[in-house]
Nanobody, 122 residues
Framework: QVQLVESGGGLVQPGGSLRLSCAASGSIFSINDMGWYRQAPGKERELVATITSAGSTNYVDFVKGRFTISRDNAVNTIYLQMNSLKPEDTAVYYC????????????????WGQGTQVTVSS
């Protein structure tokens, strides 16, 4: 079974930094687009950043200049470097990926990680 596992969340003071990781594992044939989403309590899940298989990135306005998404295809992992964190960045962060498994290589599916909590507070 293909799965995504996030790590790196935690408690940090305003202005601090965290680096999130998302590792894909299982019988993977290929990984296409990947991205990060977040969801604060009582709010809708929202897009944070995306990265294509070729390394092209996109960011939502509220994280531009502060967050950086990157990808290491050798280990099927993406990262989210978060700097200058604000209290409003507090949320559960989820990894997302479009993956083709060996069991069905001609049909890619969307996979989600379990989420990792990021709390920004003094």
């Amino acid at each position: 079974q293909v799965q995504l596992v996030e790590s790196g969340g935690g408690l940090v003071q305003p202005g601090g930094s965290l680096r999130l990781s998302c590792a894909a594992s299982g019988s993977i044939f290929s990984i296409n687009d990947m991205g990060w989403y977040r969801q604060a309590p009582g709010k809708e899940r929202e897009l944070v950043a995306t990265i294509t298989s070729a390394g092209s990135t996109n960011y939502v306005d509220f994280v531009k200049g502060r967050f950086t998404i990157s990808r290491d295809n050798a280990v099927n992992t993406i990262y989210l470097q978060m700097n200058s964190l604000k209290p409003e960045d507090t949320a559960v962060y989820y990894c997302n990926a479009v993956i083709a498994a060996f069991s069905h290589i001609l049909q890619s599916r969307v996979y989600w990680g379990q989420g990792t909590q990021v709390t920004v507070s003094s």
